[in-house]
């Protein structure tokens, strides 16, 4: 392959890495959870074809077929190009999806009156006034800090106009810092959209996780 071609795939892996971003924040919600999982199939695919390809030229390089070996060169660099660019697309567009999920909820939870609302944690009664509602409510982004979500339960806050369907999970370190989930998208059911601190929660979360209130730190 010529080294001008070289270079001008490049460029273009480079100018779409640039326009991710404003374009991904310009997406609706819907859409780009749908683009995630294309993109991250894209980066599996181009992957599993990175490494075949690799290996099918070290095969024909023991032997005399130059314009085969040229086709998996191509092949190889192609492969090479789409998982470079979706693998540093994901962490992007997750990163946007997860903000605007996050300004999404906090929308909703601007709308709930904490005086009238009703919490509902799993398939325990409802609870009215709960001081758990002023802290979900200052849910934040906060930088991950190499621990994961741990004793996960299922979150509805309602009133009469608004009903959220959040998940909750406590920091597997900080015992103070908890999890927040968004359910209606499939991105953010396994990813956070923020964390919140409270001195109240632990009094409705288990203190011992189970194999199904586990979150998996690699999601």
């Known amino acids: 392959m010529r080294p001008k071609t ?13 326009v991710t971003f404003p374009i991904a924040s310009l997406l609706p919600l819907r859409i780009l959870d749908h683009c995630i999982v294309c993109v991250r199939n894209v980066f599996l695919v181009s992957l599993l074809l990175f490494v075949v390809a690799g290996v099918l030229g070290l095969l024909s390089a023991r032997k005399s077929h130059s314009r085969r070996q040229q086709h998996i060169v191509k092949l190889w660099l192609i492969a090479f190009l789409l998982c470079f660019l979706s693998g540093f697309q994901l962490p992007l567009i997750g990163s946007v999806l997860c903000r605007k999920a996050r300004r999404e909820v906090l929308s909703a939870l ?84 923020g964390r919140f601190y409270s001195e109240t929660a632990h009094t409705f979360l288990t203190s011992e996780p ?10």
């Open 210 to 219: 189970t194999s199904a209130s586990v979150a998996d730190p690699n999601l």
């Open 110 to 193: 601007e709308n709930i009156d904490v005086t009238t609302a009703t919490l509902t944690l799993d398939s325990l009664p409802p609870l009215r006034n709960s001081p758990l509602l002023p802290d979900i409510k200052a849910t934040r982004f906060v930088w991950a800090h190499h621990t994961y979500a741990i004793n996960i339960v299922t979150c509805e806050i309602s009133d009469s106009n608004t009903r959220l369907l959040l998940r909750i999970g406590r920091d597997s370190t900080n015992t103070n810092e908890y999890w927040v989930f968004y359910p209606k998208y499939k991105f953010t059911r396994k990813n956070e959209i």
């Open 6 to 18: 070289v270079i001008l795939s490049v460029l273009v892996i480079l100018a779409a890495l640039a």
